[in-house]
């Protein structure tokens, strides 16, 4: 059974900086190219960022390029997105997201971890 | 960057009913176009994925059509579980998005 398992949330001060991470289990995690969605609350979704499969490409949302940066550590089935000059509308619930197949469709979410950026 | 505009924004409709979503993207996306369930409090659940690929485990009620800019999520007789947000989502090209979400509720 797939399980992704997000962490590293909470409240930060405007200009601050967070590091979340998801650890990946129940599916072989170098196959599967990965990203990070978020929702800010009562509001729709919005991706963030992806990661292929070797995490030799990256790619991100216009809101966030410059200031986030997603990685992922094959060897130990983690995700990571360190997240820099965080802003009032980065405060959100962050998913990690398996890709579906090969594609950049959202397959498996986990539960969430809350960024909160406020002073 | 692609835009995804969905509507309508809300529907009411009572169990039985037909619902159709529409969504319409800002350039053509050659077939790469899901949607996705949200019920509240839970994470979004792919529904059909390649604009009319249904994701497995999902129930055949859910229909998706369309092509070039314009697509459809059909939910043929919508069931008491079936109320919930819907959102469409391309991914055709970086930076992927998303349709503001329709919320299907109850008559």
Known sequence: E???????????????????????SGFTFSSYVMNWVRQAPGKGLEWVSGIS????????????????????????NTLSLQMDSLRAEDTALYYCVQGLQSYWYFD???????????? | DIQMTQSPSSVSA????????????????????????????????????????????????????????????????LQPEDFATYYCQQAYSFPLTFGGGTKVEIK
Do not use: M
Not at chain 1, 109 to 118: D, E, F, K
Not at chain 2, 23 to 46: F, M
């Open chain 2, 14 to 77: 009572s169990v039985g009913d037909r619902v159709t979503i529409t969504c319409r993207a800002s350039q053509g996306l050659s077939g790469c176009l899901a949607w996705y369930q949200q019920k509240p409090g839970k994470a979004p659940k792919v529904l059909i994925h390649t604009t009319s690929t249904l994701q497995s485990g999902v129930p055949s009620r859910f229909i998706g059509s369309g092509s070039g800019t314009d697509f459809t999520l059909t939910i043929s007789s």
């Open chain 1, 108 to 119: 498996f979410w986990g539960r969430g971890t809350l960024v909160t950026v406020s002073s």
């Open chain 1, 2 to 24: 797939v399980h992704l398992l997000e962490s590293g949330g909470g409240l930060v001060q405007p200009g601050g900086s967070l590091r979340l991470s998801c650890e990946a």
């Open chain 1, 53 to 76: 499969v070797d995490g030799g490409s990256t790619y991100y949302a216009d809101s966030v390029k410059g200031r986030f940066t997603i990685s992922r550590d094959n060897s130990k």
